[in-house]
């Protein structure tokens, strides 16, 4: 276990820590200037911090798999953003939002620079916190950039929101409305039961996020962000083998944005790269970070 006294923020109870994170990994919360109520997942390190980045909808405990599979040296920062998984705050947040209280609890955790690994929404905020601060970001992965979303892909995210809105009787419906979860392990499937829902007062089961949040950020998304987007730094641009949601179209124009980035595909995944594959995830974004001479 960390030693309290030096971990950041304070201690909250929220969804365990569980395998496949040990006890070494840290559950904290810190409130920003923003106003956000953050969770993270923390651990201390030496060298370059790490910050990793979640998709819409999800949580950040979708990294756990990621992680225990790097096992980074680095110190590591995980947080749920605004309106998702068990932070809270001002009530409505989208991207720019995400923005602020990102670049505030780096200011928070003492990071003058850091790496940021980032998934589909977290891969898009990855790239606009690059441009943000240019000085402070050395490098980062982002796996399918989600910019530009397609009409169909909103209005399918538009019709899972209200239909889940209900909630579930039991974890195996929730699994069942689970979009893209076709190539999970049965751990992976376990793992997201347990930390991406809660219970009501109504006995039903719902998903950790605050509705208004993830729909303003999802709108955002269906917007050509690349006039705002100008990353100079290393990067690794990477796409799910069998991605229905991020096009090779939308991949190509990521790629031509950002003419120094590598690339790769991540074999046999969808759109859940991380809980598709986090094997994989790590190997391909390990390698980069090497590479870079972020991870030793």
Not at 167 to 185: D, I, K, V
Not at 209 to 219: F, K, N
Request: overall charge negative; glycine content about 8%.
């Amino acid at each position: 276990m960390q030693d309290a006294a030096t971990l950041p923020g304070r201690d909250f109870e929220g969804v365990p820590v569980m395998p496949p994170l040990d006890p070494s990994w840290s559950m904290r919360r810190i409130r920003l200037s923003t106003g956000a109520d953050i969770a993270f997942t923390w651990r201390a390190g030496t060298g370059l911090p790490l910050l990793f980045l979640t998709a819409n909808r999800t949580t950040r405990r979708i990294f756990d798999f990621v992680l225990a599979e790097m096992e980074p040296a680095n110190p590591v920062a995980v947080p749920d953003y605004r309106g998702l998984g068990e932070s809270s705050g001002p009530t409505v947040a989208d991207l720019d939002d995400h923005l602020d209280d990102l670049e505030d609890l780096c200011d928070a955790l003492g990071w003058d620079r850091f790496a940021v690994v980032g998934q589909a929404t977290g891969a898009t905020l990855a790239l606009l916190l690059a441009t943000r601060l240019p000085d402070r970001v050395a490098a980062l992965a982002a796996g399918d950039v989600a910019v530009g979303l397609r009409a169909d892909v909103f209005d399918l995210f538009l019709q899972q929101v209200e239909r889940h809105e209900a909630g579930f009787a039991t974890r195996s419906e929730a699994l069942a409305e689970t979009p893209f979860r076709a190539e999970w392990s049965p751990e992976v499937a376990r793992h997201w039961g347990d930390t991406a829902l809660e219970s009501t007062g109504d006995g039903r089961l719902r998903w950790r996020y605050h509705r208004d949040s993830i729909v303003a950020t999802q709108r955002a998304l269906t917007e050509d962000l690349w006039p705002r987007i100008r990353v100079a730094q290393p990067a690794l641009l990477f796409h799910g083998e069998h991605c229905t949601v991020i096009g090779q179209e939308e991949m190509r124009r990521a790629r031509k944005n950002i003419p120094q980035a590598r690339f790769a595909t991540l074999a046999g995944a969808n759109h859940r790269l991380t809980q598709d594959s986090p094997a994989e995830f790590s190997r391909i974004v390990s390698a980069f970070l090497r590479e870079e001479g972020v991870l030793r």
